[in-house]
């Protein structure tokens, strides 16, 4: 089974400070995803990456950053959190590679337990 | 970017009752995957649906991806307690490129099951 950890299951921090939500997989999967759940809104994706060093933009990446130095393990960055970024964040990952058909290419996302975080 | 409207937004049911939820979209997608997230744990992946008009059972669920490819519902059969959680549908393209294993995410059926 893929195992998708995400480092802290609730998180209290203050407006202004430095975040990071750390994610770490065990199945050697070349793609990450981090999400924000809000209620009504389902999960937003944040950013992507497709390897080690790469990172792509999602939906709603303002006030974010991420790092990926090793493929295990990605990282969510709040360079200076703001009360609206209150939110439970998901870390999701994904096997296979761009361009496969099929399933083979369309295989579905794993995702951690979440993190609930709080900014005071 | 892509939209998915997701009904109804919840529903109150009795145990043995059976539920129906869909799912439509603006674009087309080339699979259908539909979630259920329990209280305090990520979601997890109930069923997949990878060609148009496919119909998938998983049990007592029942989902099908719509001849259109534009949406998709999912049934519950003789629901049980258990069943309680947020029910997400979602889109992929799966293509090639910096679309790959991106997810459109519906806003999510919150059920509720009463004994």
């Known amino acids: 089974d893929v195992k998708v950890t995400q480092s802290s299951r609730y998180l209290v921090k203050r407006t202004g400070e430095k975040v990071f939500l750390e994610c770490v997989q065990d199945?050697?999967?070349?793609?990450m995803f981090w999400y924000r759940q809000d209620p009504g809104l389902g999960l937003r994706l944040i950013y992507f990456s497709y390897d080690v060093k790469m990172k792509e933009k999602g939906d709603i990446p303002e006030g974010y950053s991420v790092s990926r130095e090793k493929k295990e393990r990605f990282s969510l960055i709040l360079e200076s959190a703001s009360t609206n970024q209150t939110s439970m964040y998901l870390c999701?990952?994904?096997?296979?590679?761009?361009?496969?058909?099929?399933?083979?290419?369309?295989?579905?996302?794993?995702f951690g337990d979440g993190t609930r975080l709080s900014i005071l | 970017g892509q939209q998915l409207n997701q009904s109804p937004q919840s529903m109150f049911i009795q145990e043995g009752e059976d539920v129906s939820m869909n799912c439509t979209s603006s674009?087309?997608?080339?699979?259908w995957l539909w979630y259920k997230q329990d209280p305090g744990e990520g979601p997890v992946l109930l069923i997949a649906l990878y060609k148009a008009g496919e119909l998938t059972s998983n049990g007592r669920l029942t989902a099908q991806f719509g001849i259109t490819r534009k949406d998709s519902f999912l049934n519950i059969s003789a629901s049980i307690p258990s069943d309680v959680g947020i029910y997400f549908c979602?889109?992929?393209?799966?293509?090639?490129?910096?679309?790959?294993?991106?997810?459109?995410f519906g806003q999510g059926t919150i059920l509720t099951v009463h004994p």
């Open positions: 979602t889109g992929q393209i799966g293509a090639g490129g910096t679309s790959y294993g991106k997810l459109t």
């Open positions: 199945m050697d999967h070349e793609n």
């Open positions: 999701a990952t994904l096997g296979g590679t761009p361009g496969q058909g099929g399933k083979a290419g369309n295989q579905p996302q794993h």
């Open positions: 674009s087309i997608f080339n699979t």
